[in-house]
C-alpha cells in the first residue's frame, strides 16, 4: 500500500491529483469547485467532491465487475481516491443516448429525443479551444494521438460502458442521457478507463420525471444543485445495495425459480404470421377458426428471495428486452 504524499502535481477544474510514494499510483482529491462551459463559468456546489468521489468510486467498481479495466483502486477519505497514473489520451469520449446539450445545440434539434441508436463521439481535450468536435481523421492523421485500433477498442468499451450503466440506473429510476468518459494507458500500456464517474460528467434525469440530476442544474442555474448531487449519491448506493443482492454475488439462501413468459402481439396489432397460419387451417378444413395470433414463449431459472422478486425483475425483463410494450402483450408464470 503506498503512503500517500502531499505533493500536487495537478490542479484542474474540480479535482488535484497528488503523487504517491508510489509512481505508478496517484491520489486524486475531488473538490467542490464547478466549472461549466469550458471554466468560463464558475462556481461551488457544497458536498459535490465527496459525492463525485463517492460516486465515481461505485461506478468504477461495477465496470470492473464487468469486465472493463479502470485506473480505480480504492476510495481513501470521502474526497479522495487512489488511482493508476496513466497517460490520458486528449480525448473525451462521449456517448448519447438522449439528445441534449452540445448535440442539440449543433443540430438544431430538440432535447429528450431518444436516439435510434446510441452514438459515440469524440472530441478534443482542450479548453482553450473549446473541446471542439473530431473527426477519426482528426484524431489519427492531424492530432495523431490515437489509431484505429484504439479507438474501435475505446468505442466498444465506451458502448459496453453504457449497457452497464443503463441497467443500473433504470434499475433506480434514472436515465442515462449522456456522458463523457476519458481513457489512458498505464505503465505496462493496458488502455484503462479514467479519470471520474460522477453528475459532472453524466446527464443523469429521473426515468417518470425528466427531472435533471445533474450539472447542468449548475450549467442552467435551474437551483437545488446539490439536492440534486445528494439525490444521485442516494440512488447510486441504493442501486449498489441491490447489485450485492443480486444473483451472481448473493449467499446461497435464495429459491430458484421457474419462470415462463408469454409474448403475443396486441389484439389491434397486425399479426401477418397468425393471419398466414389462420388462412391455412381454413384451407385445411379447419374452418371454426379465429383470431388466431402467434406468439413466443421465453422459459428460464432465476435465482430470487420471493415471487414479488421475480415478477419484479421479469417484467423489467420484459419491457426492455423480451417484448416490445408497443405492439404486445405479455403474460408471465412463476412456479
Ligand atoms: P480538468 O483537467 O479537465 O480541469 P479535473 O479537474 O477533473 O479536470 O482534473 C483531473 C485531471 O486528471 C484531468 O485532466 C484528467 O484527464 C486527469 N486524470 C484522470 N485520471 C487520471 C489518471 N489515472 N492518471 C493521470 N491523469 C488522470
Ligand atoms: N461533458 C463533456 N465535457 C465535459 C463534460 N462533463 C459531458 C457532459 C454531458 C456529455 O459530456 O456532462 O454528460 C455531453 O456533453 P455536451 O455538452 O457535449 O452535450
Ligand atoms: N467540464 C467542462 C467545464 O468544466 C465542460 C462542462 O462541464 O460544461 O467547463
Known amino acids: ?14 479535482k488535484d491529483l497528488f503523487e504517491t510514494d508510489d509512481p505508478s499510483v496517484m491520489r486524486a482529491y475531488f473538490r467542490d469547485s464547478a466549472t461549466a462551459f469550458n471554466a468560463q ?3 461551488e456546489i457544497h458536498d459535490k467532491g465527496k459525492v463525485n468521489a463517492t460516486i465515481s468510486a461505485y461506478l468504477f467498481e461495477l465496470c470492473e465487475k464487468s469486465g472493463i479495466k479502470t485506473h480505480f483502486i480504492k476510495q481513501i ?27 442539440c445545440k449543433r443540430l ?41 485500433k484504439i479507438l474501435d477498442e475505446i468505442t466498444s468499451l465506451a458502448l459496453k460502458a453504457n449497457e452497464i450503466f443503463k441497467e443500473f440506473f433504470i434499475g433506480v429510476g434514472i436515465k442515462v442521457v449522456d456522458f463523457k ?3 489512458g494507458t498505464d505503465k505496462n500500456g493496458e488502455l484503462l478507463l479514467a479519470d471520474e464517474l460522477s453528475p459532472d460528467n453524466f446527464r443523469f434525469w429521473d ?24 439525490e444521485m449519491l442516494k440512488r447510486v448506493k441504493e442501486g449498489s445495495k441491490s447489485l450485492i443482492a443480486s444473483p451472481s454475488v448473493r449467499n446461497n439462501k435464495s429459491t430458484k425459480y421457474s419462470v ?52 419484479k425483475i421479469v417484467n423489467e425483463m420484459c419491457e426492455r428486452l423480451l417484448a416490445n410494450p408497443v405492439i404486445e402483450d405479455f403474460s408471465i408464470e412463476i412456479k
Open 1 to 14: 500500500m503506498p503512503v500517500v504524499s502531499t505533493k500536487p502535481v495537478y490542479s484542474g477544474k474540480a
Open 41 to 43: 463559468k464558475k462556481g
Open 207 to 230: 426515468a417518470k420525471t425528466n427531472e435533471k440530476l445533474d450539472k447542468d442544474r449548475f450549467r442552467q442555474d435551474l437551483g437545488n444543485v446539490e439536492g440534486a448531487y445528494q
Open 77 to 103: 477519505s470521502e474526497n479522495e481516491l487512489l488511482i493508476k497514473k496513466v497517460k490520458i489520451i486528449p480525448l473525451e469520449v462521449i456517448v448519447r443516448n438522449i439528445t441534449a446539450g452540445s448535440l
Open 108 to 148: 438544431g434539434i430538440k432535447e429528450g429525443k431518444i436516439l435510434k441508436n446510441p452514438i459515440v463521439e469524440f472530441s478534443y481535450k482542450d479548453d482553450a479551444l473549446g473541446d471542439p468536435l473530431l473527426t477519426r481523421a482528426y484524431i489519427k492523421d492531424a492530432l495523431e494521438v490515437a489509431d484505429d
Open 181 to 183: 468518459l476519458e481513457f
Open 260 to 311: 415462463k413468459v408469454q409474448v403475443l402481439p396486441k389484439k389491434d396489432i397486425l399479426d401477418p404470421q397468425g393471419q398466414a397460419v389462420e388462412k391455412a387451417l381454413s384451407s385445411l378444413g379447419y374452418k371454426d377458426i379465429s383470431e388466431l395470433r402467434i406468439g413466443k414463449e421465453v422459459v428460464f431459472k432465476i435465482d430470487a428471495d420471493s415471487p414479488a422478486e421475480v415478477k
